[in-house]
Structures are given as C-alpha cells and as structure tokens.
C-alpha cells in the first residue's frame, strides 16, 4: 500500500498564494504520474492538474495559468503551487498517482478555502 500525505492548506483572501505539498511512501512518484485533485461536498473529485515522469504537466483550464505543479523524487514529494487563488477553489485537495486511484489508497486530504 502506497501513502499519501497532503499539507499546506489553509484559509485565505482571494487572490493570495498558496504551496501544496505531498509526501508519499515509496518511490512511486518516480515511476508514475502524479495528479492533483480537488473535491467540494456534493460532488465527485476532479483532477486539476497532473505531472508525468519527465515532469510535463498539465492544468484543468479552470486553474490553468495560476497553478504549476512539480515534484521532488529525492524527497517523494510532489507540489502544487497555487496562485491568484479564487472563491471556487475552495475544496479538499488530494494528490494521487491516477494509475491507482481505483485502488483506495486515498490520503487525508488538506482543505483549502478562499474566503473575504
């Protein structure tokens, strides 16, 4: 079993910054794509924005522009550096590899919530 553990959410002001952080066990982010996912209560998870291996990433265009994700395989830590934060994205954020998110293996989550 693989272990996600996000941190680095927070309550905020519209438009201030934020850096996700996830430390997962093993070396799985080496050898799989990670994602980063977002859940609001009512609704199932979406995958915001995703790295690969060779780190080339990929944005849902409503965070495209104000998010950049990276990762550490050294640490086993992959990152989400949220800018220009917005009220709708408020929600839980979950990273996880999509090669096994059938699988369960689903972390705490950190919630983030952008708020005047």
């Known amino acids: 079993q693989v272990q996600f553990g996000e941190s680095g959410g927070g309550l905020v002001q519209p438009g201030v910054s934020l850096r996700l952080s996830c430390v997962v066990s093993?070396?799985?982010?080496?050898?799989?794509?990670m994602g980063w996912y977002r859940q609001t209560p009512g609704k199932q998870r979406e995958l915001v924005a995703s790295?690969?291996?060779?780190?080339?990433?990929e944005y849902d265009d409503s965070v495209k522009g104000r998010f950049t994700s990276a990762k550490d395989n050294n640490q086993n830590t992959v990152y989400s550096q949220m800018n220009n934060l917005k009220p709708e994205d408020t929600a839980v954020y979950y990273c996880?590899?999509?090669?096994?998110?059938?699988?369960?293996?689903w972390g705490q989550g950190t919630q983030v919530t952008v708020s005047s």
């Open positions: 790295i690969t291996m060779t780190e080339r990433t």
């Open positions: 996880m590899a999509p090669a096994v998110r059938d699988l369960g293996w």
């Open positions: 093993g070396s799985i982010i080496s050898d799989h794509a």
